[in-house]
């Protein structure tokens, strides 16, 4: 509190993300990053904007890259919106088309981002409680609202919901817009930008953060109705014209060009997840059904946060949330197949004493 903030600011709470530790040894499965570079195609097209045109601003629009990300996904240029990272989308979303006088609705356990734009933006919400295996029950959702966001596969508990459900949620709310948070869709699940044609009240927000391997460039994007579009391109030019620098809007349009490498870099993922999976299975942990690249995992006979605190000293940095419901769980991102070895030969070590 001071006498010299605003109102506003003096009754925020702010975002915590997870830590992103100077020291480079750590084996670093608490943020969702993807452990494997970015396509060198990528590395390439950024490369090559290094150079004097820098003096100059970027396309304010990003032609290019909505060109690109619509040809890729199959709708038209007006449907596509770019921002400097998914929750900068998710921040215009929010004061674009989530206000209303109706509350707010999403999960209990869900993105804790949702609760922080609220409050900056004025959104009054209602948390809708996951059923008891951790599952959006859209059903649950039938009740006065202004709009409905949720992750899809959720976070953390890395469930997907099925497109079929999802389609029933915007059926059920034709008046309301529907935001489907696809951070993690590529690791498993069906995208509902197959919708976003027949459901103009949809809209679908992705990042080139976690399956492009590109959470330190900043870039994710919106695919919906370009009316829906259009509100958040008013935002987006009342506050910042240039979201993406130059390098940015250039390494995004090469990754949609690298469909091989992204293919493979997922599958090899998802191998790893269901392999990580079945053996903390084996050690006696409970490990939800994952549809991300994270697993989300609790043991009946020991405490989340003593574990957490034990695999630090491993120099093995897992997430916990000091969260109801979900305090006995550890969210661990999946690593390369020698890091999760690591994980896994710690956790034998710590378990057995
Ligand atoms: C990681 C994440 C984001 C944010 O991704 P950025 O594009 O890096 O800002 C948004 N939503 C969910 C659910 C996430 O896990």
Known sequence: MSRFWSTL???????????????????????????????????????????????????????????????????????????????EVLAHAFAALLQHDAPLLFPDISYSFYPVYCGLFGVDYRQVPLDAEFAICVEDYDQHCGAIIFPNPNAPTAKLLPLAAVESLLQRHPEQVVLVDEAYIDFGGESAIGLVDHYPNLLVVQTLSKS???????????IGHADLIEALERVKNSFNSYPLDKVALAGAAASFGDEAY????????????????????????????SAANFIFARHPQHDAAQLAAALRKHSIIVRHFKQDRIEQFLRISIGTDAECKLLVDALHKLLSV
Not at 68 to 81: E, L
Not at 212 to 222: D, H, I, K, T
């Open 212 to 222: 492009r391997s590109l959470a330190g460039l900043r870039v994710g994007f919106a």
């Open 262 to 289: 992204f293919q493979e870099k997922c599958q090899v993922i998802i191998a790893t997840r269901e392999q990580l999976s079945s053996q903390m299975r084996d050690l006696g942990f409970e490990v939800l059904p």
């Open 9 to 87: 600011v003096n009754k925020l709470t702010p975002y915590v993300p997870g830590e992103q530790p100077k020291l480079t040894s750590l084996v670093k499965l608490n943020t969702n990053e993807n452990p494997y570079a970015p396509s060198p195609k990528v590395l390439q097209a950024m490369q090559a904007e290094l150079a004097d045109t820098l003096r100059l601003y970027p396309d304010p629009n990003g032609d290019h890259l909505k060109a690109t990300i619509a040809k890729y996904h199959g709708v038209d240029k007006s449907q596509v919106f770019l921002g400097n990272g998914s929750d």
